[in-house]
């Protein structure tokens, strides 16, 4: 678990709501399909957890409660989520994150909230939505992202002083013991949990929230019932109870991130950070390195905010060699 040196960068109030993925648009410019092209634009395991056969009513069937009460009690024993702490899952994080400002009705129509920057930008662009001041003096609510997106720095308990705390460990599970839900203090605070990305089913689109009961019960009330499907049920609560798959995946990621490292270097790019799911560059243009990535079908993650920021998610086995033939050629 490394610590990058701080970076200095912050999105400006304004900036867009770029994100990871856009890869149509990329084949839009540059051609081909999406079966030829390797996105490593998003910090998605690109090894996902193996999918078994499913209950056929798992499709047919409203998600019954019992059915979420498993994937609870699995998330609680993976997460040592104590008892007297509520845990709620929803369609996926962001749709938590979506929804999170509208969870103190006393701060309507918004308080004043520090969320560290650069960092993941949906926080606060959905407090502003509500209403809510970013600012980092005297803030009623401070978000972090533990490790951060896409710094990969670390933070530690002495950041869980704000009033009001909402700590994103979506990249979390690369290294569990490092979660700051044991330092929780007590009161409105929040841990959100992602499923999508450790185990790289993005697509089944679940993640989690732990906190007080009372603010847990407001924020299922919030979302509505069946939050998950029955798919998703099924296949999340059988992985996040595989402990074999998750401690072969994180020695895995560990290793693929360091060789990843390497082969940049090799090219002239210099590491930044990032976690075992992705890899932070500095480089000299990294919208230049970016199109010529694209040129051979490989999409990457470039910040308007930071031009010579690099993110590069990491490559499935049999995607290494397209990687290295790329970068023998400098970019134009």
Known sequence: MSQPAPLRHAAPPSAPRDHGGGLDA???RHGGDRAGWLDLSTGINPVPYPIGPLPADAWTALPDAGAMSGLLAAA???WAAPDHLGLVAAPGASAL??????????LA??????????TYNEHAASLRAHGWEITEDRPDLRVIVHPNNPTGTWHGPEMLDAPRMIVDESFCDIVPSASLLPSLPEGDHLVLKSFGKFWGLAGLRLGFAIGPRPLTERLAEIIGPWPVSGPGL??????LGDEAWAQSTRARLARDATR???????????????????RLYELPDAALWQEHLARHHIWSRAFPYAPRWLRLGLPASE???RIAAALTEAPT
């Open 26 to 28: 990329a084949i839009a």
């Open 76 to 78: 609680r024993r993976l």
């Open 97 to 106: 994150i979506a929804r999170l400002p509208a969870l103190w009705p006393d």
């Open 109 to 118: 129509p918004g308080g004043r909230a520090h969320v560290p920057a650069p």
């Open 234 to 239: 099924a296949i999340a609560t059988e992985a």
């Open 260 to 278: 990843l490292d390497e082969l940049m270097q090799t090219a002239g790019a210099q590491p930044l950070g990032g976690t075992d799911l992705f």
């Open 319 to 321: 995607d290494w060699d």
